[in-house]
């Protein structure tokens, strides 16, 4: 078990450094100009050029990358030859816009993108299992069918239309919950009530949308396992229908789920973006959003490789439970 | 045992009342699927007695509805489309009419069953001394303690070297044979009165095979139970069986000792299994003989003789009567049940001239 997190660990290492690669060559060795981005329209060629030198863009590619990535873990120093100053770990730079470092406003953002996901994940998952058992268990009878009619309707309605309706219906016209605010950071800061109203619609969007894969996943390997032998096996012991079900049979059907589930986490970590838009939660996806319509890089950059880090990170933990759960994989 | 004697316990146990010493006694049971394509008839009209102590082999070919027969009995087709009628007896009571709570009760105590691939049939993720200990400890009011000693004592008892270590082990790492003994293992825990044993021999190698039966074997001698083994091995049957029953599309085509199935058998199909059977006590014969044809639909049933599509004997008959005809499963004087049209002076002529002799 321990040779086999170790190896897990060193293979994340390995892909977050090829990931890093890849981000830093698509947005440094692209088309576009950087040094010229940096410095907005209307820039003469002198500035340009000393935007250039400022950013480090003179030296080679490698060069650019290693001082990138020594920012990262060691901190580095930035800046015009006449105004150097020292940008600490973790260094992303700082934005195009209005000179913050990009680490600051990550650090701002996060909060807001880690209530989102977090509570849409709790969401998601509990009902998306609990009612995909349950219509499994009820195969053919009416909450297969209203199950599998509202996971039908939450994959096919897109995230804004879904938002928008929970926007016009509960806040505009019933004013049952207040608009999102941009200070409701965490269940502590104010308090976990106004946390939950401010972040319920924008769960509810996306739990509707991850739910009904959920639903359907755990439904359909749910009917697989019940009709496994090892379920019949259980059943001849005389062992309780309740038992049957949940230790023998939920526990088989849900190894999958947890693959998904973790994936889903990950990418959800990484910003949503739809939906911090509509509901104007200033969380990763949005800051992202913003940042592109700038060009200000290193922001880009700096959420790329946040969400890469995410989905990575998130691959590594599901290899791990599944080794937790399933005794088969630990062998290899 | 006179000829006489034989006939009147034979047509005693097709008879509507139970015999008097039958532990579990099964009349008439019927198990129907409704189906897209229609009704599939799984199981028509079987009946059978078993005393404690004694084993009985269901024989019979993949779908002749040996493996429903005896999930009936267990009761594992409750909550299922499963329709079943008729009557199954276990110590007086009856099981098809009894609760699912109460089954659950008779399950994996009273009765329970060996399945036919322990693989498949035990759960990937638990380990194996976990699994048997699960069903000891739903029947017996004891402490994890006691069970888990029960658990380990059992699997010494069915041969598993280092039962306490291998306790610990999940069952992709046990061997095959290995995993059949725990199987056997968790069937046995809670020391059933009746015990079914669902091809439990069949994904096995030769000498495996022999060690699993004579266990079974020890062990139904030591707890007294009633063993029903169904397969489709006819040598396990001689070997550990003292009764057949032959099944073919749903129903019982022919009963009898091992004796009668094996030296006297009068039903066609019987006949032809014994001759796609592998023999090493005689010399060596050019080919065996396959019966030919496919098993019948048990949507459609064929009308007449479920047999008769694939039966050589049919011009035996006078007039149409194999194919028109449903033959009932009737003993003639002096011999065990049979369901077959041909009289039976004639079945036991063409069996002794024309058939024997080519085995």
Known sequence: MLRFLIRRFLALIALLIATSIVTFLLFFAGPSDVAANSCGKGCTPERIQQARVALGLD????????????????GREMGPPNGRYWCSWPCFGTSFQNNRPVWDIIKTALPFTLSIAIGAAAIFLIFGVGIGVTAALHRGKWPDKVAVAISSLGVSLPAPFI????LWIVVSKWQLLPYTSNTVTSPWNPDPWTWFKNYLLAWL???LIFGANYVRLTRANMIETMGEDYIRTARAKGLPSRT????HGLRAAITPVVTVFGLDLGALLGGAVLTETIFSVPG????????????????????????????????IIVDILYAVIDPRVRLN | MTGAERVAIDVEAVTAEPASDAFLSVRDLQVQFPTEDGIVQAVNGINLDLARGQTLGIVGESGSGKSVTSQAILGLLKGTSAQVTGSITLDGQDLVRASEADMQKLRGDVMSMIFQDPLSSMHPFYRVGDQIREAYLVHNHVGKKAAHQATVDMLRRVGIPNPDSRYRDYPHQFSGG????????????????LLIADEPTTALDVTVQAQILELIKDLQR??????????????????TCERVLVMYGGQCVEMGTVDEIFYHPEMPYTWGLLGSMPRMDRTRQARLQPIAGQPPSLIQVPKGCVF????RFTDRVPGNACREVRPDLVAAAGSHPVRCHIDSAERKRIWSSEIAAKL
């Open chain 1, 59 to 74: 030296k080679p590619l490698v060069v650019q990358y290693l001082e990138y990535m020594k920012g990262l873990v060691a």
């Open chain 1, 163 to 166: 938002g928008l309706l929970f």
């Open chain 1, 205 to 207: 969007t996306l739990a």
């Open chain 1, 244 to 247: 049957v079900t949940l230790k």
């Open chain 1, 284 to 315: 990763l996806g949005r800051t992202a959003v913003n940042a592109t319509f700038n060009q200000d890089l290193p922001i880009v950059m700096a959420v790329v490789l946040f969400s890469a880090f995410f989905i990575i990170f998130a691959n």
């Open chain 2, 178 to 193: 290995m995993r059949q003994r725990a199987m056997i293992a968790m069937a046995l825990i809670c020391n059933p009165k």
């Open chain 2, 222 to 239: 030591e707890y007294n139970s009633a063993v029903i083994l169904i397969t489709h091995d006819l040598g396990v049957v001689a070997e």
């Open chain 2, 308 to 311: 008769n599509p694939r039966c």
